[in-house]
């Protein structure tokens, strides 16, 4: 048996049931391609009149973005009444695909799942192949909400009284994630908030310094923090409650009373103390080890999850989520470096020893953190010593031996110690959840400063004032590139394509065009500014390649689109979403014609050649 | 466990679990197949067998904690269920509820299939739950995909235009701004309806105005750093479509900055696929702005949806043993379409049919 039904099968087994027209999800454009190929000698034709149908929707469409009337797909469309609808194709395809769906004119569109949002068109039936989607490099399973979502365009009101989501497997499905999609109810969605330069700096200009905390505050992710800080609140009421029979005794602060004198006790006493064969500064960096630390092994990075001590060797060990996902075991004396930096996590009684949610928010905070952290200052005792004679008090000193509650103290030292714990972990994460945004602000600050954009009092400098204008990705680099006066002299071509190639962000491989050995050795000159930066901002891919995309059809006014396709194997659509992409950057840099009108200029020169054939088609 | 054993093991477990034991240990793990990705995983289980049979355990041991265990992928032989012993997803059928109805055919699942008469258009109750209450505040709207959200945004906009107040609708990506450019010329008239991207503005003095949201965002920090640029003095109502991208990782931040910097003289209507928790929404809104914010939900689809089965054979079934959904019920599945999947994971994975 194939691993998938054949897209004829498919098609024919729709029609049979009178479940068209079907939006079929697919888990790649290269199956969607492959799909539409699957029709190149098919016989399953349409009806004349239909097949007439599509052609006058088709010509309208046409007359409208000329760029689509040679698409190479337009004969199986008409015949069959199948097309492709992904992100490799034009908008102006895509709008064709869209419109020929309205008018009910298709039986099938074979679509890829990443842009179900993009997706803007509903269907009788819906096909899915698939439980996971391609997220950030790595395939996540579906969510209920994009399952519903997907689900969703089955059915068209006013056309259908009934939709049909139909799964199909295909050797990637679980089958368990669609059927609890389709029966569940959405998750809760949670807020992303990033603090960016940008953002800063536009927040600075507006307001002073002391007010920003009160509008981060109105924030959604402050809203959310406030949540989970109110929920910490509640339990530490509930501590406040458990804590009452442990109140002051004899002496007020009884529990660290014991505590000190139970410690002594046991070191006077004659047997040999627990020998750990674990040397001083293990010890000591154990203590700190707490779920949430951040901490370095070597060069990679990671965040503590718990701290155990193993079985038999009874040596200390931590779990620890490291960047990239991994949940590791190690020994606490792998640990090359303990931050000061503690993350939110919430435990969780079993592996991973704290939530899912929590897993996903401690690697996107990790990944955020800055190159270098502050290590925390831990203080080393020498060797496994007894406290000194000076410091230690005798046994002659505590009160305890001889105290009336002394029974009491050592019955309840164990549970009130832990509750006590417990009351201070939870005080610390309450005050790191009402603060946290506003110490990343500061970190932003603190670099914005340090760059010169921000005064000590952190108003904007006189560059300040431009870099506010830059508000896209890798804004750093590009303010950093124009005080470097990186672009002087740059041709339009060689401005665009820089902008281009950080710009992009897919590491997607193919065949290109060359670059030009000016542009070449400009962008080794950006990589090495982004390399400086990369401890404040990551740096973009820079690809060379991609340069030489939008370089061509910047510097040669008079290559056709379909010339520019063929120098190249990347799609159609991502050859357009490079320039628009770019476009976009070029028109931030012509915001900035006041202090920079040579650049400004070059830019807005760029964008009138960028801004020709299929790039003039949409607004 | 012997290499074979941890094989059969590792075949047994669905893709998405093996991806997770791949995290961390096997580079661009998500390129592969189940196959390949087996193949790979017990070839990186040298370095380290212990630590790897015990993530392994761990992993399935959080899956069988997961509410509903999917249907084990096991020979017809070994499935009996055993409803005292603690539920194990690979050997042992989940607890589910016996149906005492039997499972629906075909014929009936696909029943009723077919095209509505045409009616006249009259909004739903909670469309217009959702333009009144635009008149005493701002409004989040989260109902599921294919409800008519369109009408209430045009609806409300048609009220704001009438007042003389400008309107801003976002969109999250380009192409939906361009396809409602379209379809709102088409409504209001082509004179009153612009459309602004970062290099471009056409009518930009219409007093409907379409944009990304990331430009509205640009617009509002360029108002608060004292430059006016669009008329935001006669801002009566901006419109967010798709606004559970609030949640995107990218760009969610975008969606915050433009509800916590919008004037306080406009409303601000939220329209959202079903999200979990659009009563947070609406309450943090109330919180930051000036007028209470009203949530208008409803969760039952307006064309009801059935789920089905199609096996790579061209054999339909129905995929639950309902008509509709089962909500609250994913294991509730029809028996064809159990036994089909079953037998398509036995046959398309080699190792679990040696046995
Ligand atoms: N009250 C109604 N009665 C009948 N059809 C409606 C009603 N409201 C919306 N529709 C139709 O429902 C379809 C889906 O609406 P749309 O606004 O696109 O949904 P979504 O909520 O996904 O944005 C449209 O064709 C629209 O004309």
């Given at each position: 048996m194939p691993p998938s039904i054949h897209p004829i099968d498919l098609i024919l087994a729709l029609r049979d049931k009178h479940l068209t027209p079907a939006i079929v999800f697919l888990t790649s454009r290269r199956a969607c391609d492959e799909a539409m190929q699957a029709f190149d000698h098919s016989q399953i034709l349409l009806p004349p009149p239909r097949q007439r149908a599509i052609a006058d929707v088709l010509d309208k469409v046409i007359a409208q973005y000329p760029s689509i009337a040679e698409h190479p797909l337009i004969p199986t469309v008409q015949r069959i009444g199948v097309a492709a609808h992904h992100a490799g194709h034009l908008p102006s395809w895509k709008i064709a695909v869209e419109e020929l769906m309205r008018h009910g004119c298709l039986d099938a569109v074979f679509a890829t799942t990443t842009l179900a949002a993009g997706v803007d068109f509903p269907a009788r039936t819906v096909i899915i192949t698939q439980s996971s989607i391609r997220k950030s490099r790595d395939f996540m399973d579906l969510t209920i909400g994009e399952v519903q979502q997907?689900?969703?365009?089955?059915?068209?009101?006013?056309?259908?009284?009934?939709?049909?989501?139909?799964?199909?497997?295909?050797?990637?499905?679980?089958?368990?994630?669609?059927?609890?999609?389709?029966?569940?109810?959405?998750?809760?969605?949670?807020?992303?908030?990033?603090?960016?330069?940008?953002?800063?700096?536009?927040?600075?200009?507006?307001?002073?310094?002391?007010?920003?905390?009160?509008?981060?505050?109105?924030?959604?992710?402050?809203?959310q923090l406030n949540q989970r800080a109110e929920v910490l609140e509640r339990k530490l009421d509930d501590l406040r409650d458990q804590m009452e029979p442990y109140g002051p005794r004899v002496c007020?602060?009884?529990?660290?009373?014991?505590?000190?004198?139970?410690?002594?006790?046991?070191?006077?006493?004659?047997?040999?103390?627990?020998?750990?064969?674990?040397?001083?500064?293990?010890?000591?960096?154990?203590?700190?080890?707490?779920?949430?630390?951040?901490?370095?092994?070597?060069?990679?990075?990671?965040?503590?999850?718990?701290?155990?001590?193993?079985?038999?060797?009874?040596?200390?060990?931590?779990?620890?989520?490291?960047?990239?996902?991994?949940?590791?075991?190690?020994?606490?004396?792998?640990?090359?470096?303990?931050?000061?930096?503690?993350?939110?996590?919430?435990?969780?009684?079993?592996?991973?020893?704290?939530?899912?949610?929590?897993?996903?928010?401690?690697?996107?905070?990790?990944?955020?953190?800055?190159?270098?952290?502050p290590e925390l200052p831990i203080l080393i005792p020498k060797d496994d010593e007894p406290i000194p004679d000076a410091i230690v008090q005798t046994l002659g000193d505590f009160a305890c031996p001889t105290c009336p509650s002394r029974s009491a103290c050592q019955r309840d030292y164990p549970v009130a110690s832990k509750l006590r714990q417990e009351q201070h972990r939870h005080v610390k994460s309450i005050q790191a959840l009402r603060t946290s945004l506003w110490h990343r602000f500061q970190e932003k600050i603190d670099v914005l400063q340090q760059f010169g954009y921000l005064t000590p009092t952190a108003h904007l400098t006189e560059d300040g004032e431009w870099a506010r204008l830059i508000r896209i990705d890798h804004s750093l680099l590009i303010t950093e590139l124009l005080r470097a006066e990186a672009f002087n002299g740059a041709d339009p071509a060689m401005l665009a394509a820089v902008m281009s190639s950080i710009a992009h962000d897919d590491d997607r491989p193919g065949a290109f065009p060359r670059v030009s050995s000016g542009l070449a050795s400009l962008l080794g000159q950006v990589r090495k500014l982004a390399a400086s930066l990369s401890p404040h901002e990551d740096p973009p891919l820079l690809r060379a390649d991609i340069a030489a995309v939008t370089e061509r059809w910047i510097g040669d006014p008079g290559l056709t689109w379909i010339g520019l396709c063929k120098s190249t194997t990347m799609a159609e659509g991502d050859i357009y979403r490079l320039l628009a992409r770019t476009l976009e950057f070029l028109s931030q840099l012509h915001t900035l014609k006041a202090t920079h009108p040579g650049l400004a200029d070059t830019a807005s020169r760029a964008i009138a050649n960028l801004r020709r054939g299929v790039l003039e088609e949409l607004p | 466990m012997t290499t074979q054993e941890l094989e059969q093991l590792l075949a047994q477990q669905p893709i998405a679990l093996l991806h997770r034991l791949a995290r961390g240990r096997v580079q661009r793990h998500f390129r592969a197949g189940k196959r390949r990705l087996i193949e790979v995983l017990l070839?990186?289980?040298?370095?380290?067998?212990?630590?790897?049979?015990?993530?392994?355990?761990?992993?399935?041991?959080?899956?069988?904690?997961?509410?509903?265990?999917?249907?084990?992928?096991?020979?017809?032989?070994?499935?009996?269920?055993?409803?005292?012993?603690?539920?194990?997803?690979?050997?042992?059928?989940?607890?589910?509820?016996?149906?005492?109805?039997?499972?629906?055919?075909?014929?009936?699942?696909?029943?009723?299939?077919?095209?509505?008469?045409?009616?006249?258009?009259?909004?739903?109750?909670?469309?217009?739950?959702?333009?009144?209450?635009?008149?005493?505040?701002?409004?989040?709207?989260?109902?599921?995909?294919?409800?008519g959200k369109t009408y209430v945004a045009v609806e409300a906009a048609r009220r704001a235009i009438a007042e003389n107040r400008t309107v801003i609708y976002t969109s999250p990506l380009k192409a939906l701004s361009n396809t409602k450019y379209t379809e709102f010329s088409k409504i209001f008239g082509p004179d009153q309806v612009g459309i602004l991207t970062g290099d471009r503005r056409d009518n930009g003095q219409a007093p409907l105005l379409i944009m990304t949201t990331e430009i509205l965002r640009n617009l509002l920090y360029d108002a608060g750093g004292g430059e006016i640029d669009v008329r935001l003095d006669t801002l009566g109502l901006v419109i967010l479509d798709e606004s559970q991208y609030i949640a995107d990782p990218e760009r969610g931040v975008v969606w915050e900055e433009t509800i916590i910097f919008c004037p306080s003289q406009a409303r601000m209507l939220l329209l959202s696929a079903s999200i979990g928790?659009?009563?947070?929404?609406?309450?943090?809104?109330?919180?930051?702005?000036?007028?209470?914010?009203?949530?208008?939900?409803?969760?039952?689809?307006?064309?009801?949806?059935?789920?089905?089965?199609?096996?790579?054979?061209?054999?339909?079934?129905?995929?639950?043993?309902?008509?509709?959904?089962?909500?609250?019920?994913?294991?509730?599945?029809?028996?064809?379409?159990?036994?089909?999947?079953?037998?398509?994971?036995?046959?398309?994975?080699?190792?679990?049919?040696?046995?």
């Open positions: 997907i689900a969703g365009r089955a059915g068209r009101r006013g056309k259908d009284l009934v939709g049909f989501a139909i799964v199909t497997p295909s050797p990637y499905i679980d089958l368990n994630v669609l059927t609890k999609g389709f029966t569940g109810h959405p998750e809760a969605i949670n807020s992303q908030f990033v603090i960016s330069y940008p953002m800063v700096l536009n927040l600075l200009k507006a307001h002073p310094l002391d007010q920003i905390q009160p509008i981060l505050a109105k924030s959604f992710a402050q809203f007020t602060d009884w529990i660290t009373e014991w505590q000190t004198f139970d410690h002594v006790r046991r070191q006077k006493s004659h047997r040999a103390p627990v020998r750990r064969h674990e040397p001083p500064e293990v010890a000591a960096r154990f203590h700190f080890l707490t779920p949430g630390r951040v901490v370095a092994f070597g060069r990679t990075r990671g965040v503590v999850l718990r701290q155990y001590r193993s079985k038999g060797q009874k040596s200390p060990m931590i779990t620890a989520l490291r960047l990239g996902g991994g949940i590791t075991e190690s020994p606490a004396s792998t640990v090359t470096e303990v931050s000061d930096r503690v993350l939110d996590c919430v435990d969780a009684p079993v592996y991973p020893w704290c939530t899912p949610e929590s897993v996903e928010e401690l690697l996107h905070h990790l990944e955020e953190l800055p190159g270098r952290l | 070839r990186h289980s040298a370095e380290n067998r212990p630590g790897f049979e015990s993530d392994l355990m761990t992993l399935i041991g959080e899956q069988q904690a997961r509410p509903s265990p999917p249907p084990p992928p096991q020979t017809p032989a070994a499935r009996k269920p055993k409803p005292s012993a603690p539920q194990r997803r690979t050997t042992h059928r989940p607890v589910e509820p016996e149906s005492h109805e039997p499972a629906i055919t075909l014929s009936s699942w696909l029943e009723g299939l077919g095209v509505p008469p045409t009616k006249a258009f009259i909004p739903d109750a909670w469309q217009e739950d959702a333009i009144e209450k635009l008149r005493k505040g701002d409004v989040v709207v989260s109902v599921p995909t294919g409800s928790n659009p009563h947070d929404i609406a309450e943090w809104i109330t919180s930051i702005r000036p007028t209470p914010c009203h949530l208008v939900r409803h969760t039952t689809r307006t064309v009801p949806l059935r789920a089905g089965y199609l096996h790579p054979n061209g054999k339909l079934t129905p995929l639950f043993r309902t008509v509709g959904i089962p909500h609250g019920h994913p294991s509730y599945l029809h028996t064809e379409a159990k036994r089909l999947f079953i037998q398509y994971e036995d046959e398309t994975l080699p190792s679990r049919s040696r046995r």
